[in-house]
């Protein structure tokens, strides 16, 4: 399975983290020195990914200014012999004529975002990538996706990450149902948004990574608003899985939810304590707390 584009939804308001996110895109908050939306584009690149889609709304023009290159601190910087942190600007750098942005113009949800991206995806198949959920994990996230498809022969189908959350979490999340093995996928028996969990069909939680046949665009087409009057990508897919296979895919790694201030706080913590220049003297401060 190729998979050349990628998308990433990033017209959220990012309420729940006001007043950070009043004129700042929550996609640009840090984790570490690093932006939200940098680590999954670090993510996609990779996995592979040639082409950076970012479905935008109001007051987001910093994202594509983030991706574009800064000529005057470029010179800047060159001037005072900061060699370093030219390098660092350079790795960052998307190639030219690899990033679109387009515009959701309206609050319509997941599903809405995605179809917004239609005309730039095109006929092929396409990885979406939520950016308030961070996978860390080497490999990435997505690569293991695209490389448990190859091995298992899914080139037509479609596959959600999904990882285990405590049965008293699952009406949090859209939950999976376990079906039959194919390699390391495995068939997907269903998808529900936030069950109780009396009624779950697992405690397989969809987490904010998919790999999708581009006919998912004629579904959300004509889609009608689900949950909260918005076009749900959940709805979406559950149409595309009657003439299509959907596979779940259970990564390795740790997934951390910042589109929550304590999931947010949790990975500036974990990617902080990766960092030989930052750990020691992290735990240190951390152990006063404790």
Not at 227 to 254: R, V
Request: glycine share 8%; aromatic share 6%.
């Amino acid at each position: 399975m190729k998979i050349r584009k990628a998308v990433f939804p990033v017209a959220g308001l990012g309420t729940r983290f006001l007043p950070a996110t009043k004129a700042m895109p929550k996609e640009m908050l840090t984790v570490v020195d690093r932006p939200l939306i940098q680590h999954v584009v670090d993510e996609a690149l990779e996995a592979g990914i040639e082409h950076l889609v970012f479905v935008t709304g109001r007051n987001k023009g910093v994202i594509e200014d983030h991706f574009d290159r800064p000529y005057e601190l470029e010179d800047t910087l060159r001037e005072r012999n900061k060699l370093k942190e030219m390098d660092i600007l350079e790795r960052d750098q998307p190639e030219a004529g690899a990033t679109s942005f387009t515009r959701q113009q309206a609050p319509l949800g997941l599903g809405h975002a995605v179809w917004c991206a239609r005309d730039i995806i095109g006929n092929e198949p396409f990885a979406v990538l939520l950016p308030d959920v961070l996978v860390k994990n080497k490999p990435s996230g997505l690569k293991q996706m695209i490389d448990a498809a190859n091995a298992a022969g899914a080139d037509k189908a479609n596959i959600i990450a999904v990882e285990e959350v405590p049965m008293d979490q699952v009406h949090m999340y859209g939950v999976v149902g376990v079906g039959k093995s194919k390699g390391d996928l495995f068939e997907l028996d269903g998808m529900v948004e936030k069950p109780k969990k009396e009624v779950a069909p697992s405690n397989l939680s969809i987490t904010g990574r998919y790999i999708l046949q581009p006919e998912i665009f004629k579904v959300l087409e004509t889609q009608e608003r689900g949950a909260g009057g918005e076009i749900q990508l959940t709805d979406a897919m559950l149409g595309l899985a009657k003439s299509q296979p959907f596979y779940g895919f259970k990564f390795k790694g740790k997934s951390y939810d910042c589109g929550s201030k304590s999931g947010f706080l949790a990975a500036n913590i974990a990617y902080a304590m990766d960092r030989e220049d930052l750990r020691s003297d992290l735990l240190a401060e951390m152990k006063k707390y404790i």
